[in-house]
């Protein structure tokens, strides 16, 4: 069945759909040997689709993976520095997936990867809002004030945070631990926000996305999600 050029590069997870139209708009993507046009549609089963000189193969099984990242490991497809991927971790997995968003290298916990261009843009885009929770540990004791700033938003250097929800919070000699849920996904979020009320981030683990939860897959474990969750993920966003 022919469908939308744009579907089916996002559907083979090379980009999202957003931007399989721009390079379509760029002339980067040929069918049948000319350049094709927006609205343009394929049957990759009779047609030919290049996109950036690499042939578009019919769409492979769509995949969603949750893995429990742990630490020292890179969310994304390639490291210079050599580091291990996310993507060894599900190497056993036959589509070739990407990760939804990032963890940052010290950070363990809930993470994505699928080979679904539309998805992974569904919940990694802001407009979205998609929440997400963690378990924090910092150093020193949360207060209620630092709490309520939390809470009504921090400003960082690149603007106001997005209100955000704390919860279970337990004061320690030295340290705390509590939960924090966000609605927006800026580079190393949670760490800066600690950091400008003092609370130096120890620990930072993600436990839940939408209605996702980690609960008790063990860390570099992963499992896929099965037809309701990603039909659910689809319909919430």
């Known amino acids: 069945m022919a469908e939308r050029i744009q579907k089916l590069i996002a559907r083979a997870g090379l980009a999202s759909r957003r931007q399989a139209e721009d390079w379509i708009a760029a002339g980067k993507v040929l069918l049948n040997d000319r350049p094709a046009q927006l609205g343009d549609r394929a049957d990759l089963s009779v047609d030919r689709v290049i996109v950036n000189g690499q042939q578009l193969a019919a769409a492979e099984e ?45 950070t363990e916990g809930l993470l994505l990867l699928t080979n679904d261009g539309d998805l992974a843009l569904r919940l ?31 400003r960082l250097d690149d603007g106001l945070t997005l209100p955000a929800k704390v919860g279970n919070v337990r ?20 760490r800066r926000m600690c950091d400008a009320v003092n609370l130096p981030v120890v620990r930072l683990k993600r436990i839940r996305i939408d209605f996702l939860e980690l609960r008790n897959l063990p860390t570099g474990q992963y ?13 919430d966003q």
């Open 171 to 190: 004061n320690r000699a030295t340290s705390s631990w509590f939960e924090l849920t966000l609605r927006e996904g800026r580079n190393r979020q949670v």
């Open 62 to 106: 769509q995949v969603v993976v949750m893995l429990n990242k742990p630490r020292g490991c890179v969310a994304t497809l390639k490291d210079p520095q050599g580091r291990r991927l996310v993507t060894d971790l599900v190497a056993d997995i036959p589509q070739r997936l990407f990760p939804v968003g990032r963890l940052d290298y010290n």
């Open 223 to 235: 499992r896929l999600l099965t037809d309701a969750e990603i039909k659910r993920l689809k319909s």
């Open 124 to 154: 990694s885009h802001p407009r979205h809002h998609v929440e997400k929770t963690y378990l924090v540990k910092v150093r020193g004791a949360l207060s209620e004030k630092v709490k309520a700033q939390l809470e009504k938003g921090i």
